[in-house]
């Protein structure tokens, strides 16, 4: 393949075969890689390319999610047969499913530290309405949007003494 300036590209094309591990497929890659290799050569010269095909190198193992079965671990290496033939495994990922639980019951008396709480949070919005209202004229009794706020502190027993 000509390149700008009528360079030859002097690259090699490497061909890698991918089977799975430790079956008749893994055993036959290498036949498979050359079969390939002649015939992109063959193919390539019969174009006027004038690269060399060459079966793959090795490289480092890999591992990932399978893109297209996301529950799926894919681990690929080369070969002990051939370097050109990459061997690859799936292993499924286990998910655990979380165990189902029960609603918390309600406790049947309140805490105390709860109702304390409650006190003191009620006196604070109490004494803030009061404060607003000596200072603006304006207090829960006048003031309709505080109704709901008042009638909420009181059923839920945070103005009980």
């Known amino acids: 393949m000509a390149l700008g300036g009528g360079v030859q590209d002097?690259?090699?094309?490497?061909?890698?075969?991918?089977?799975?591990?430790?079956?008749?497929?893994?055993?036959?890659?290498?036949?498979?890689?050359?079969?390939?290799?002649?015939?992109?050569?063959?193919?390539?010269?019969?174009?006027?390319?004038?690269r060399t095909v060459k079966a793959g190198?090795?490289?480092?193992?890999?591992?990932?999610?399978?893109?297209?079965?996301?529950a799926e671990w894919v681990t690929a290496w080369p070969s002990a047969r051939?370097?050109?033939?990459?061997?690859y495994s799936m292993k499924k990922i286990?998910?655990?499913?979380?165990p189902e639980t029960e609603p918390a019951e309600e406790p049947a008396t309140r805490p105390s530290w709860l109702t304390g709480t409650l006190m003191i949070g009620a006196?604070?919005?109490?004494?803030?309405?009061?404060?607003?209202?000596?200072?603006t004229g304006i207090g829960v009794a006048d003031d309709p949007i505080l109704f709901p706020v008042a009638g909420g502190l009181i059923a839920g027993g945070a103005m009980a003494f």
């Open 123 to 135: 006196g604070i919005v109490v004494g803030a309405v009061a404060a607003a209202d000596d200072v």
């Open 10 to 50: 002097r690259r090699p094309v490497y061909i890698w075969d991918a089977k799975h591990a430790g079956g008749s497929a893994e055993a036959g890659g290498k036949k498979d890689v050359q079969n390939k290799v002649d015939a992109l050569q063959k193919h390539l010269k019969g174009n006027g390319d004038n």
């Open 57 to 70: 190198f090795a490289f480092p193992e890999q591992s990932g999610v399978n893109w297209k079965k996301g």
């Open 94 to 98: 286990e998910t655990k499913k979380l």
């Open 82 to 87: 051939s370097s050109s033939v990459i061997a």
